[in-house]
């Protein structure tokens, strides 16, 4: 059974940091682009940060870029994104993603989210 579970969300102030991890299972996690995105509300779900399989080169969207760092531990099955100088506007609730491609197949699992507060 494929599990994505996020934990390390919570409230913040302005200015301080959180670090979320997604634990994983049910597949091989190395073999898996990972990713995070938000969504705030009334809002989209948007691409907050992703790595790569097994490891090698990593996205951020500007809004986070050189405050955000994504990292994976493949031995653990654990995605981390390490969230550094928080703002207001960083509140919402962040989904870790895993996707896997093949010619015939995409496979893609979402796990269920974690709510980050950034608020004085």
């Known amino acids: 059974q494929v599990q994505l579970v996020e934990s390390g969300g919570g409230l913040v102030q302005p200015g301080g940091s959180l670090r979320l991890a997604c634990a994983a299972s049910?597949?091989?996690?190395?073999?898996?682009?990972m990713m995070w995105y938000r969504q705030a509300p009334g809002k989209e779900r948007e691409l907050v940060a992703a790595?790569?399989?097994?490891?090698?080169?990593?996205n951020y969207a500007d809004s986070v870029k050189g405050r955000f760092t994504i990292s994976r531990d493949n031995a653990k099955n654990t995605v981390y994104l390490q969230m550094n100088s928080l703002k207001p506007e960083d509140t919402a609730v962040y989904y870790c993603?895993?996707?896997?491609?093949?010619?015939?197949?995409?496979?893609?699992?979402w796990g269920q989210g974690t709510q980050v507060t950034v608020s004085s």
């Open positions: 049910g597949f091989t996690f190395s073999n898996y682009n």
């Open positions: 790595i790569t399989s097994p490891g090698g080169s990593t």
């Open positions: 993603n895993a996707r896997y491609s093949t010619v015939a197949e995409l496979y893609n699992y």
